[in-house]
């Protein structure tokens, strides 16, 4: 029950909406990114939509591949963080 509540966390939704922010803003779709990380198309959507908690590797993966750095990623977590209160 505490991960589910710590998915719909607003701090955590921010996050989850970053990830499709970049993925978009790098041109691919779910399916091609998919393919690029060699997951499924329902790993992309489930981390996009909250349903699948992120380790921090697979984060680092999930943004590397949208040619997103480390460093970005680690600002939008302290932006989610500060907005989720």
Same mark, same amino acid.
């Given at each position: %029950? +505490?991960?589910? *509540?710590?998915? #719909?966390? *607003?701090?955590?939704?921010?996050?989850?909406?970053?990830? /499709? #922010?970049?993925? &978009?803003?790098? +041109?691919?779709?779910q399916? =091609?990114?998919?393919?690029?990380?060699?997951?499924? =198309?329902?790993?992309?959507? *489930?981390?996009?939509? +909250?349903?699948?908690? %992120?380790?921090?590797i &697979?984060?680092? #993966?999930?943004?590397?591949?949208?040619? $997103?750095?480390?460093? #970005? $990623? +680690?600002? $939008?977590? /302290? /932006?989610?963080? *500060?907005?989720?209160?």
């Amino acid at each position: %029950m +505490g991960s589910q *509540k710590a998915l #719909e966390s *607003k701090s955590y939704i921010l996050l989850c909406d970053a990830l /499709k #922010e970049w993925r &978009e803003q790098s +041109g691919q779709t779910q399916i =091609q990114l998919s393919v690029r990380l060699s997951r499924p =198309q329902s790993y992309i959507s *489930k981390c996009e939509s +909250g349903h699948r908690r %992120m380790d921090s590797i &697979e984060m680092y #993966e999930y943004a590397s591949a949208c040619g $997103v750095s480390w460093e #970005e $990623v +680690g600002q $939008v977590i /302290k /932006k989610a963080i *500060k907005a989720g209160g």
